[in-house]
């Protein structure tokens, strides 16, 4: 094997540990990823065949004897690496329960006889799970369609074959509370007869609403900073007012100062005036402390 093989295959059973594992109930997917990855690593022949260790013949080492050793030692480097991408897909009861398999092909083999045959109680898990299910809260339409088409390919691998309208009627039953007007729409129009159709509707109607939030959202942030935008003039314009009152404050005994300069002016100009309440100089009546 060579070193760009080996690092594809330990980056490919660090993949398969990620992901979805092999759980009892989702063997048909499984196996389909499974025989993908096998091929990518060029060992599918080794789910077909087994190869036994060739005996060295009494007439020494031939080239023949070579060859089939040859051979064997690649079957054998390919078995083991796909036993190991095999049980690394499994979750641990099922990967405990396999583990004593030594070659690939027994344990395929094994897997296809326990998981791969469609039960009268998983087919009616299976329908029943689809007649069921419903969009979940905050998931996007494209991901629920795409888990709807993976139920209904389960089905059909099951055994149990959707007529189209079924298919249809299946998603509309499926849709939210929000989406009631797809619903109505999805019923009435004669032109949606098939899952297909079905899904770009809904497809295009959540690229729609999509836009329109978008559309939504920008308005009311510019709107927002229009709003803040005129606060702070309106900041500024009280402010200005306020330091135009403090500047009047300031004026005011600016000119009452005046007024007592003015006055006090004044008495110095009354020397000769008498007043009527007290008959004295220098000061009018209206001044006159008695």
């Known amino acids: 094997m060579s070193l760009q093989m080996a690092t594809a295959s330990k980056n490919i059973v660090a993949e398969l540990n990620k992901g979805e594992k092999l759980n009892g109930d989702n063997y048909n997917i499984w196996a389909m990823k499974i025989q993908y990855v096998v091929e990518e690593q060029e ?19 031939t080239i023949q004897y070579r060859q089939n050793l ?10 083991s690496m796909t036993r190991i991408t095999l049980l690394s897909s499994m979750e641990n009861d099922i990967m405990r329960e396999f583990s004593h398999f030594t070659t690939a092909k027994d344990m395929w083999e094994a897997l296809q006889a326990r998981f791969g045959g469609t039960s009268t109680t998983k087919l009616r898990q299976l329908t029943i799970r689809f007649d069921t299910y419903k969009m979940p809260q905050g998931q996007s339409m494209k991901v629920h369609l795409r888990n709807m088409a993976n139920m209904i390919s389960e089905l059909r691998d099951a055994g149990h074959e959707m007529t189209e309208e079924q298919q249809v009627q299946a998603v509309i039953r499926s849709l939210p509370s929000n989406w009631e007007h797809m619903k109505v729409h999805l019923t009435h129009n004669e032109n949606i007869k098939t899952f297909e159709d079905a899904l770009r509707h809904l497809e295009l109607e959540e690229d729609r609403l999509l836009a329109s939030k978008v559309h939504t959202d920008v308005y009311i942030a510019d709107g927002s900073l229009k709003e803040a935008s005129g606060s702070k003039r309106q900041w500024r314009g009280k402010n200005k007012w306020k330091g135009r009152r403090e500047d009047k404050k300031n004026i005011k005994p600016q000119k009452e100062q005046f007024k007592k300069k003015g006055s006090s002016s004044k008495k110095k100009n009354n020397k000769g005036i008498v007043c009527y309440m007290c008959g004295k100089l220098g000061h009018y009546a209206r001044e006159c402390n008695e």
């Open 43 to 61: 060992a599918l022949e080794v789910l077909n065949q087994i190869m036994q260790e060739p005996n060295e013949p009494e007439e020494g080492n």
């Open 70 to 79: 040859e051979a064997y030692a690649a079957w054998k480097k390919k078995n």
